[in-house]
């Protein structure tokens, strides 16, 4: 089975203008064309975008060099591997900018609700303090 890496779009391979499309991540677009080229690693886009916006992000990403081996599905060998295309896109790593940690996602989930797209859980204090003990078990004692 080939080495799958899913990659994220919007605050990952550029800064995040959705529906715009922002400054390129030019490090890490090498660092991709580099796995995929070198050490023969397959690349999927893995992004909410869908349609001309998918359209025009592919696009972009081609201009930069980067061809994806599947764009927001499996690749065929995954597929006939698992006998049928899951919804799940499988890959051994995936690299999303909302991809931070477990500890790291809660506490954005706690606190960060600057962005328009970030799920508002409208904690009141006895919640926000059960969030905070869980966040600390966590992070004190990590499942093995
Ligand atoms: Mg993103």
Not at 18 to 28: C, D, K, M
Not at 36 to 58: F, N, P, S, Y
Request: proline share 3%; hydrophobic share 35%; net charge negative.
């Amino acid at each position: 089975m080939s080495y799958i890496i899913a990659v994220d779009f919007d605050g990952t391979l550029c800064r995040n203008q959705y529906p715009e499309i922002g400054e390129p991540n030019n490090a890490l677009i090498e660092y991709l064309k580099m796995r995929q080229q070198k050490m023969g690693h397959k690349l999927i886009l893995w992004t909410c975008r869908v349609g001309d916006r998918l359209e025009q992000a592919v696009d972009w990403c081609q201009d930069r060099g980067l061809i994806f081996d599947a764009v927001n599905q499996n690749l065929p060998e995954i597929v006939e591997s698992f006998g049928g295309d899951c919804r799940k896109v499988f890959a051994h790593e995936y690299i999303d900018d909302r991809n931070s940690g477990m500890g790291n996602s809660l506490i954005r989930c706690v606190c960060d609700s600057s962005k328009s797209d970030t799920f508002d859980l409208k904690l009141n204090e006895y919640e926000r303090m059960i969030v905070i003990s869980a966040m600390l078990e966590i992070l004190t004692h990590p499942p093995a």
